[in-house]
């Protein structure tokens, strides 16, 4: 783990918490764990290539972890002010901190094409929040060069299906087809002619893919002053449509080791590192397709020693301590706690990968 460093305490404001935000700093509560340190708002040395960290996934990676309003428990500015939590977000004038080291951009594929909704310095700005933040901040802290977030993806959106990674071959299961990586529709009757629709098996795989390519490609347009980049990791966070399918839950595994091995040889980063965090289920208890999701997302995990290329860079974060309330189906009820804490265990989880492989 990277020092930490404690937190001041701050005065109470009286200044209401706003989306826009003139914000209300607390003090930390006593038995308030340690906390990230305030950024100091430096920019990075730009004579370094930007560490590139790409963010994969569905609705949950997207974020829906409501900023406000104040008065609503779960809620970003209450947890802030009435829970004393993420002072690291704040400064002490009660305004929204900007990390001048970490940029944040976030695209998604619609119609016509590639929509660009962030491109700025890491900091609050939309109403809804996902993982980008606890990331950010925890590798803003570890590294010296330039970061860039770059996240690309859309929700509902199953691994098994629009995410599927290029080389899958089609499978039998229960009398039926399922398809193969370009292949259309979704399944068949075995012994029928398969009649494709307007989608196919991996077009949102190659949709984000191409889209996070598009940033890099105009790389200075999304980091100024920019010299080259490196793509240091990839995380994952997604799921929960595939628990809705019996079979693309039981070949979870399979599909999310290819997804891994894919994206390293797609951006020829065969040493990035991989993060991936499980929904929320028990371990204990989750059962069916949930379980198959959650035992799959487990087994990558390079510490489990079952996939000995994975050993050192790739971890699996256990998403349940983390989780404030609802599913992953219901985006966790807009609780921006489990989307702060989601994303900094898979900020710290990086870190780790980083400093084992220095």
């Given amino acids: 783990m990277f020092e930490r460093v404690s937190i001041t305490l701050i005065c109470l ?13 607390q003090k930390r509560s006593k038995t308030q764990k340690k906390q990230l340190p ?3 708002g430096k920019p990075a040395s730009m004579r370094k290539k930007v560490k590139v960290f ?4 569905q609705s949950n990676m997207l974020g829906a972890g409501k900023v406000g309003p104040e008065s609503k428990k779960g809620s ?13 977000l704040v400064n002490d004038a009660g305004k929204w901190t900007e990390r001048k080291d970490v940029r944040n951009v976030r695209v998604m594929v619609r119609r016509g094409g590639m929509k660009v909704f962030n491109n700025e310095w890491m900091t609050i700005k939309s109403k809804n929040i996902g993982p980008e933040f606890g990331i950010g901040h925890h590798l803003g802290n570890l590294l010296k060069e330039p970061v860039m977030i770059l996240k690309s993806c859309i929700g509902n ?7 599927l990674p290029p080389g899958s071959e089609q499978f039998e299961k229960d009398g039926k087809i399922y398809a193969g990586y370009k292949e259309s529709p979704l399944s068949w009757d075995k012994g029928t002619e398969p009649k494709p629709i307007g989608w196919y098996a991996g077009k949102q795989y190659d949709d984000d893919i191409a889209n996070a390519k598009k940033v890099l490609k105009d790389l200075k347009k999304y980091y100024p002053g920019a010299k080259g980049y490196e793509i240091a990791g990839f995380f994952w966070w997604q799921g929960a449509k595939d628990c809705g399918n019996a079979a693309h839950s039981e070949r979870y595994e399979q599909n999310l080791v290819r997804l891994i091995k894919h994206l390293r040889k797609d951006f020829k980063a065969p040493k990035a ?3 991936c965090a ?3 289920h028990v371990k204990k208890s989750a059962g069916g397709n949930n379980g198959k999701v959650l035992k799959a997302q487990l087994a990558v995990d390079g510490r489990k020693g079952k996939y000995k290329e994975f050993k050192g860079n790739v971890a ?13 189906n219901s985006h966790y009820g807009g609780n921006a706690k489990t989307y702060m804490d989601v994303g900094l265990a898979m900020g710290e989880a990086m870190v780790g990968l980083l400093k084992k492989g220095k």
């Fill in 38 to 40: 305030d950024p100091d």
């Fill in 157 to 163: 959106r199953s691994l098994g299906w629009d995410l």
């Fill in 273 to 275: 590192k991989f993060v």
């Fill in 13 to 25: 404001l009286t200044a209401a918490l706003t989306t826009n935000p003139q914000i209300t700093a």
């Fill in 316 to 328: 699996s974060v256990y998403a349940n301590p983390f989780c404030h309330g609802g599913s992953a």
């Fill in 76 to 88: 970003l500015q209450h947890a802030i002010k009435e829970e004393s939590l993420y002072p690291f």
């Fill in 278 to 280: 499980t929904l929320g």
């Fill in 54 to 57: 790409i963010l994969l996934g």
